[in-house]
T-cell receptor, first 110, second 114 residues
């Protein structure tokens, strides 16, 4: 089992749609979680950290379920510019490395 | 402030040659990471430096790969006797204790081994 698993997609949605991505992690000792965004042929960029209480940043909402060991990302009112690969990340539980999912591809269509 | 920078941005080399890739982390960041990403694939962890601690080399794929970090700042990733399967984008990231474990990436070096 991969340490961080994501549905690779692709998710194809129309503009304005709401889309949700889930991610599961295997290390119960993981403490820090993130969603990164990666555009084609570009480096990953931090989208948002994921906090235990859940957090929202504009159209983006991230949630953490420790009991089930999954993280979610909700994108509301999707824009064409949201088209990218979304990477789920969890720390290795040893205060050192981050473990990266393979990413979920999103295409927002006009 | 300046972000993570990497050089060269692109490198084409012949099989069997050695290459050196450079990373300049964000000033003051104590942690530095090297990753490799092949076309259409996820990030593959290579090596991690944290301050003066011994680096975590657990991701290096073979002994042809090595990295050093001089003075706790600039890092160089060296690939000896390159093979075609080494072709990939090599990404460097840095983080600081105050940024939690948030990693900030450089633009990467695209390596093509002919």
């Amino acid at each position: 089992r991969k340490e961080v698993e994501q549905d690779p997609g692709p998710f194809n949605v129309p503009e304005g749609a709401t889309v949700a991505f889930n991610c599961t992690y295997s290390n119960s000792a993981s403490q820090s979680f993130f969603w990164y965004r990666q555009d084609c042929r570009k480096e990953p960029k931090l989208l948002m950290s994921v906090y235990s209480s859940g957090n929202e940043d504009g159209r983006f909402t991230a949630q953490l379920n420790r009991a089930s060991q999954y993280i979610s990302l909700l994108i509301r009112d999707s824009k064409l510019s949201d088209s990218a690969t979304y990477l789920c990340v969890a720390d290795a539980g040893n205060n050192r490395k981050l473990i990266w999912g393979l990413g979920t591809s999103l295409a927002v269509n006009p | 402030g300046a972000g993570v920078s990497q050089s060269p941005s692109n490198k084409v080399t012949e099989k069997g040659k050695d290459v050196e890739l450079r990373c300049d982390p964000i000033s003051g960041h104590t942690a530095l990471y090297w990753y490799r990403q092949s076309l259409g694939q996820g990030l593959e962890f290579l090596i991690y430096f944290q301050g003066n601690s011994a680096p975590d080399k657990s991701g290096l794929p073979s002994d042809r790969f090595s990295a050093e970090r001089t003075g706790g700042s600039v890092s160089t990733l060296t690939i000896q006797r390159t093979q075609q399967e080494d072709s990939a984008v090599y990404l460097c990231a840095s983080s600081s204790l105050t940024s939690g474990r948030t990693q900030y990436f450089g633009p990467g070096t695209r390596l093509l081994v002919l």
